[in-house]
C-alpha cells in the first residue's frame, strides 16, 4: 500500500516536473520561430545629410550604430563619412538585417494602473500571414469579424467636446458589440491620443480589454531603447520629451507592432506594412460556417493631404474598402465631407462649388493654387465612388451615432447582396443591424409558405417529376407520329429571386441555431421562416452532430 502510495506520489512530481519542461521547450519553440521570421533593420552606411550632423537616415552620425560583427565583410567598408554627397539614401541599399531584438510585454509606467501590451519590431516588409500567425497564435487574438482601421492626423488638435465623446462612444461600441480590431498608428499624438482617450475611459468603466493594436514606425518611438530585449518584460516611461521630434507609445492600446526600416525620427516605414496586413485580414473567414471574409472600414478624423490620398487608395482597393468620415473634426475630413455634399452623383461639382473647395484647400493646408489643384483632383477621384463613403455629421436629422454609421457602410457600401448582408449582421450577433437595416422590406416579400410548391425539390422527386414528363411527351404525337417536345417553362426572374432569398434565410436559421443566436432564430421565425418545412431530417441530424461535436470538444 505504501510503496504504491509512494510511486504515485513520485510519479506526480516526475508529471508536474516533465509539464515544466514542455512548458519551457514549448516556449524556446516559440522565441526560436519569432527571431527566425522577424528582422531588425539598421543603418549600415553614413550618407550626409543636409544637416552634417546626421546621416540621411535620421540618425546622429556622433550615435550612428556601427556596423555589427555579424555583418559581411564587405560591408565592413561602408561606414565611412567621404561618401558623395549627391548618392541618395534608401532603405534596400543602405540598410542591413538582422534577427528582431525587440519583443515581449511592456507595462506603461505613470498611470494610477500599469496597462499592460504586447510588443515586437519588425522589418517593413515584413509577411503578411507571417504577422498574422504571431498575432492569432503567439499573442492568443480571436480573428475579427470586422477591423476598423482609424486614420487622421498626426499633430495634435482639438475636437468640439460633444463631437469627441460620441466619436469615443461610437468606436468603442462598434469594437465591442462586433468583436473588432482597432488599427491605429499606435503613438499618442493626434487621431490616435483621441483613440486612447476612448479607449482609457471604456476600461475605466468595464473589464472587457478592446483589441487595439498600434501599428508605428520603430525609429519615431520615443524611450525605444527600452523596449530592446528577446521575450522581455520592460517598463515603458509615457513622459515625453517636449523637445524631442519623437513620441511615446499610447498606454491604451493592447498591442504593438513596430515597423522598422532604419530610419530615426521619420514616418512612413508603417504604410506599406499596414495596408498588406489589412489586406490580408480581409481574406480570412469570420467564421468556419460563415463564408465571409473580415470586412474592413476606414474611418477619418481630422488630418493632413496623406489622410485624403489614404481615402482615395482605401476605395481603389478591390475590393474597395467603404470610407466613414466624421464632418466637423477639421482639415481633410471637412473638405472630402463638403465635396460629398454638393458633388453629384456622378461625382462631378460645379465651378462655384470648386472654387470654393480649391480656396479652403489652399487655406487649410497652406498650399499653393497648383498645389490646390492636385489636392482637389484627389478628391474629385474619391467622388466617383461616392455611395462608399458615409459621412457622419452629429447633430444632423435622422443622424445614426459613429457605430452604426460603421456598420452600415459596411453592409451598404460594397453593394453586399442580402444574404451576405445578413451573413455578416449574424456573424456580428447584431440583431438590431439585421432588423433595422436588412429586413427593412421584409414587409413586401410573400410568406415563405407560398414558395413552397416552387422550391428545389429532393433528388428523388425530381427523377419521379422527370419520369411523369416522359410519359405526357410520349402521349403527345404529332401528324407523321413524332413525339413533339414540350419548351421547358423559364421561371420567372422574380420567382427566382425569391427562391433564392428563401434559402438564404434557411441559410442563416441553421448558422443561427448552431452559433446560439436565439435573436436571430426568433427575428428569422418573424419574417417567414417556417419551421416545419425548414426542420427536415438532414438538418436535424447536422444540427445533433455539430451539438455533439461540440459538447466533446467543451469536454476536451
Same mark, same amino acid.
Given at each position: 500500500?505504501?510503496?504504491?502510495?509512494?510511486?504515485?506520489?513520485?510519479?506526480?512530481?516526475?508529471?508536474?516536473?516533465?509539464?515544466?519542461?514542455?512548458?519551457?521547450?514549448?516556449?524556446?519553440?516559440?522565441?526560436?520561430?519569432?527571431?527566425?521570421?522577424?528582422?531588425?533593420?539598421?543603418?549600415?552606411?553614413?550618407?550626409?545629410?543636409?544637416?552634417?550632423?546626421?546621416?540621411?537616415?535620421?540618425?546622429?552620425?556622433?550615435?550612428?550604430?556601427?556596423?555589427?560583427?555579424?555583418?559581411?565583410?564587405?560591408?565592413?567598408?561602408?561606414?565611412?563619412?567621404?561618401?558623395?554627397?549627391?548618392?541618395?539614401?534608401?532603405?534596400?541599399?543602405?540598410?542591413?538585417?538582422?534577427?528582431?531584438?525587440?519583443?515581449?510585454?511592456?507595462?506603461?509606467?505613470?498611470?494610477?494602473?500599469?496597462?499592460?501590451?504586447?510588443?515586437?519590431?519588425?522589418?517593413?516588409?515584413?509577411?503578411?500571414?507571417?504577422?498574422?500567425?504571431?498575432?492569432?497564435?503567439?499573442?492568443?487574438?480571436?480573428?475579427?469579424?470586422?477591423?476598423?482601421?482609424?486614420?487622421?492626423?498626426?499633430?495634435?488638435?482639438?475636437?468640439?467636446?460633444?463631437?469627441?465623446?460620441?466619436?469615443?462612444?461610437?468606436?468603442?461600441?462598434?469594437?465591442?458589440?462586433?468583436?473588432?480590431?482597432?488599427?491605429?498608428?499606435?503613438?499618442?499624438?493626434?487621431?490616435?491620443?483621441?483613440?486612447?482617450?476612448?479607449?482609457?475611459?471604456?476600461?475605466?468603466?468595464?473589464?472587457?480589454?478592446?483589441?487595439?493594436?498600434?501599428?508605428?514606425?520603430?525609429?519615431?518611438?520615443?524611450?525605444?531603447?527600452?523596449?530592446?530585449?528577446?521575450?522581455?518584460?520592460?517598463?515603458?516611461?509615457?513622459?515625453?520629451?517636449?523637445?524631442?521630434?519623437?513620441?511615446?507609445?499610447?498606454?491604451?492600446?493592447?498591442?504593438?507592432?513596430?515597423?522598422?526600416?532604419?530610419?530615426?525620427?521619420?514616418?512612413?516605414?508603417?504604410?506599406?506594412?499596414?495596408?498588406?496586413?489589412?489586406?490580408?485580414?480581409?481574406?480570412?473567414?469570420?467564421?468556419?460556417?460563415?463564408?465571409?471574409?473580415?470586412?474592413?472600414?476606414?474611418l477619418i478624423l481630422e488630418g493632413g493631404p496623406n489622410v485624403i490620398s489614404i481615402v482615395l487608395e482605401s476605395l481603389k #482597393?478591390?475590393?474597395?474598402?467603404?470610407?466613414?468620415?466624421?464632418?466637423?473634426?477639421?482639415? %481633410? !475630413? @471637412?473638405?472630402? *465631407?463638403? /465635396?460629398?455634399?454638393?458633388?453629384?452623383?456622378?461625382?462631378?461639382?460645379?465651378?462655384?462649388?470648386?472654387?470654393?473647395?480649391?480656396?479652403?484647400?489652399?487655406?487649410?493646408?497652406?498650399?499653393?493654387?497648383?498645389?490646390?489643384?492636385?489636392?482637389?483632383?484627389?478628391?474629385?477621384?474619391?467622388?466617383?465612388?461616392?455611395?462608399?463613403?458615409?459621412?457622419?455629421?452629429?447633430?444632423?436629422?435622422?443622424?445614426?451615432?459613429? #457605430?452604426?454609421?460603421?456598420?452600415?457602410?459596411?453592409?451598404?457600401?460594397?453593394?453586399?447582396? %442580402? !444574404? @451576405?448582408?445578413? *451573413?455578416? /449582421?449574424?456573424?456580428?450577433?447584431?440583431?438590431?443591424?439585421?432588423?433595422?437595416?436588412?429586413?427593412?422590406?421584409?414587409?413586401?416579400?410573400?410568406?415563405?409558405?407560398?414558395?413552397?410548391?416552387?422550391?428545389?425539390?429532393?433528388?428523388?422527386?425530381?427523377?419521379?417529376?422527370?419520369?411523369?414528363?416522359?410519359?405526357?411527351?410520349?402521349?403527345?404525337?404529332?401528324?407523321?407520329?413524332?413525339?413533339?417536345?414540350?419548351?421547358? #417553362?423559364?421561371?420567372?426572374?422574380?420567382k427566382l429571386e425569391l427562391l433564392n432569398w428563401v434559402n438564404s434565410l434557411e441559410q442563416a436559421m441553421m448558422d443561427a441555431?448552431?452559433?446560439?443566436?436565439?435573436?436571430?432564430?426568433?427575428?428569422?421565425?418573424e419574417n417567414g421562416v417556417n419551421i416545419h418545412h425548414f426542420l427536415t431530417i438532414p438538418r436535424l441530424e447536422e444540427l445533433?452532430?455539430?451539438?455533439?461535436?461540440?459538447?466533446?470538444?467543451?469536454?476536451?
Amino acid at each position: 500500500m505504501d510503496s504504491r502510495g509512494r510511486r504515485g506520489t513520485n510519479g506526480s512530481v516526475k508529471r508536474s516536473s516533465i509539464k515544466r519542461s514542455a512548458s519551457s521547450g514549448s516556449q524556446r519553440v516559440h522565441r526560436a520561430w519569432i527571431e527566425r521570421t522577424f528582422q531588425k533593420r539598421e543603418c549600415v552606411q553614413i550618407i550626409p545629410s543636409k544637416d552634417a550632423s546626421r546621416c540621411s537616415c535620421g540618425q546622429l552620425v556622433a550615435q550612428h550604430t556601427p556596423i555589427p560583427a555579424g555583418a559581411v565583410e564587405e560591408m565592413a567598408q561602408l561606414v565611412q563619412l567621404d561618401v558623395q554627397p549627391t548618392e541618395k539614401w534608401s532603405v534596400l541599399k543602405h540598410t542591413q538585417t538582422f534577427s528582431t531584438d525587440a519583443y515581449g510585454v511592456l507595462e506603461f509606467q505613470g498611470g494610477g494602473h500599469v496597462n499592460k501590451a504586447m510588443y515586437i519590431r519588425v522589418s517593413y516588409d515584413s509577411k503578411p500571414d507571417s504577422l498574422l500567425h504571431l498575432m492569432v497564435k503567439e499573442w492568443q487574438l480571436e480573428l475579427p469579424t470586422l477591423l476598423i482601421s482609424v486614420h487622421g492626423g498626426l499633430q495634435n488638435f482639438d475636437l468640439p467636446p460633444k463631437l469627441k465623446q460620441v466619436f469615443g462612444k461610437g468606436l468603442i461600441k462598434a469594437a465591442v458589440t462586433t468583436g473588432a480590431w482597432i488599427f491605429t498608428g499606435g503613438v499618442s499624438t493626434g487621431v490616435i491620443r483621441h483613440v486612447g482617450d476612448a479607449l482609457k475611459d471604456h476600461s475605466s468603466k468595464s473589464r472587457g480589454k478592446v483589441c487595439a493594436i498600434g501599428i508605428a514606425p520603430w525609429g519615431i518611438v520615443e524611450n525605444k531603447e527600452d523596449l530592446i530585449g528577446k521575450d522581455v518584460t520592460r517598463p515603458y516611461q509615457t513622459m515625453s520629451n517636449p523637445l524631442s521630434k519623437l513620441s511615446v507609445l499610447n498606454s491604451s492600446h493592447s498591442h504593438f507592432i513596430l515597423s522598422d526600416n532604419g530610419t530615426t525620427g521619420k514616418y512612413g516605414a508603417e504604410v506599406r506594412l499596414r495596408r498588406q496586413l489589412e489586406k490580408h485580414i480581409s481574406l480570412q473567414k469570420i467564421n468556419t460556417r460563415l463564408g465571409q471574409g473580415v470586412p474592413v472600414v476606414c474611418l477619418i478624423l481630422e488630418g493632413g493631404p496623406n489622410v485624403i490620398s489614404i481615402v482615395l487608395e482605401s476605395l481603389k #482597393e478591390e475590393p474597395p474598402v467603404p470610407v466613414v468620415v466624421c464632418d466637423g473634426s477639421g482639415r %481633410a !475630413s @471637412d473638405i472630402i *465631407s463638403f /465635396a460629398h455634399r454638393y458633388c453629384e452623383e456622378d461625382g462631378l461639382v460645379n465651378e462655384s462649388v470648386k472654387d470654393q473647395l480649391l480656396v479652403t484647400i489652399q487655406k487649410t493646408f497652406n498650399y499653393s493654387r497648383s498645389q490646390a489643384q492636385q489636392i482637389f483632383q484627389m478628391v474629385m477621384e474619391c467622388m466617383k465612388k461616392k455611395a462608399l463613403i458615409t459621412v457622419f455629421r452629429m447633430g444632423s436629422e435622422g443622424q445614426q451615432d459613429i #457605430e452604426m454609421s460603421i456598420l452600415t457602410a459596411l453592409l451598404k457600401g460594397t453593394n453586399a447582396s %442580402a !444574404s @451576405d448582408q445578413l *451573413s455578416l /449582421a449574424l456573424a456580428w450577433n447584431r440583431v438590431d443591424i439585421a432588423r433595422s437595416q436588412i429586413f427593412v422590406y421584409g414587409l413586401h416579400w410573400p410568406p415563405v409558405s407560398a414558395l413552397t410548391a416552387d422550391r428545389p425539390k429532393s433528388p428523388a422527386a425530381q427523377r419521379q417529376t422527370a419520369a411523369a414528363g416522359k410519359g405526357k411527351a410520349r402521349g403527345k404525337k404529332g401528324k407523321g407520329g413524332k413525339t413533339k417536345p414540350e419548351t421547358p #417553362e423559364e421561371m420567372d426572374p422574380r420567382k427566382l429571386e425569391l427562391l433564392n432569398w428563401v434559402n438564404s434565410l434557411e441559410q442563416a436559421m441553421m448558422d443561427a441555431l448552431v452559433l446560439d443566436r436565439v435573436d436571430f432564430v426568433k427575428l428569422l421565425i418573424e419574417n417567414g421562416v417556417n419551421i416545419h418545412h425548414f426542420l427536415t431530417i438532414p438538418r436535424l441530424e447536422e444540427l445533433y452532430n455539430t451539438l455533439v461535436s461540440r459538447g466533446r470538444h467543451e469536454v476536451l
